[in-house]
């Protein structure tokens, strides 16, 4: 059953199909990053350590994870500045795991409530319940968020993460390209959010940008 959230209207209200017949890319953290050629005229939402990629200012970041990060890493999250507007998850059934409204003051940040952490389902009316990420992946609840915009074509791109124990999957650790490995539950929850989309969002065009692990799910392209 649907969490009511009583912060989400506040924070995504002013965007529900904001972008109708525009595009956007939906960034993670995983090494297809690497390989990036980038697509002109999108609107570009990030995650977690997508601040360390320079290739972009990210319009759009998300970030909700707090538990588990070093004071460093903080500080850079609370630093960065996308182009429009940085959003901090807090879980309501376990607070201490999320960001606080603190932090999401000090980083000028809105704070959203997510359902987790551990599950959580998929949301159309983000604006109204909390949001699930199946107890995964922020990139989740990016695309959640993009489809709550109305973007008709949602480039993936850097959701290919790896075995989530292995300290090396991120875009900037070059050379583990070569030993990479698919972490199954992730791609099973990829399948899910095929099949949320095609029930809400018919026909809103899916692109998978030099997918890894994720293939054959979305239109594939390679660059």
């Not at 994870?65 to 070093?70: H, K, P, S």
């Not at 996308?82 to 901090?88: L, N, R, T």
């Not at 850097?158 to 124990?165: E, P, R, S, T």
């Not at 029930?199 to 890894?212: A, E, F, L, R, T």
Request: proline share 3%; hydrophobic share 35%; net charge positive.
């Amino acid at each position: 059953m649907s969490i009511i959230s009583h912060k989400n209207f506040e924070a995504f209200s002013a965007y529900k199909n904001k972008y109708i017949n525009k595009q956007c890319c939906i960034f993670g953290t995983g090494q297809p990053l690497l390989r990036y050629n980038i697509i002109p005229n999108t609107v570009n939402i990030g995650c977690n350590r997508c601040i360390f990629y320079k290739d972009l200012i990210f319009d759009f970041y998300f970030f909700n994870d707090l538990a588990r990060t070093t004071a460093e890493y903080r500080n850079h999250i609370l630093s960065y500045t996308p182009k429009i507007k940085k959003f901090f998850g807090s879980f309501i059934n376990d607070k201490h795991l999320g960001c606080s409204k603190g932090f999401a003051e000090s980083g000028n940040a809105i704070l959203y409530d997510m359902e987790g952490p551990g599950g959580g389902t998929f949301q159309k009316e983000i604006d109204k319940y909390c949001v699930g990420d199946k107890g995964q992946s922020i990139v989740f609840v990016e695309m959640q968020f993009a489809l709550f915009c109305g973007f008709t074509t949602i480039y993936i791109i850097g959701c290919d993460i790896d075995n989530l124990k292995n300290k090396d999957k991120y875009f900037y650790n070059a050379d583990y390209i070569k030993n990479y490995t698919w972490y199954s539950p992730l791609k099973q929850n990829w399948i899910h959010m095929k099949n949320f989309i095609s029930k809400n969002y018919p026909n809103v065009k899916i692109v998978s940008v030099n997918p890894m692990g994720l293939k054959n799910i979305f239109i594939d392209m390679y660059q």
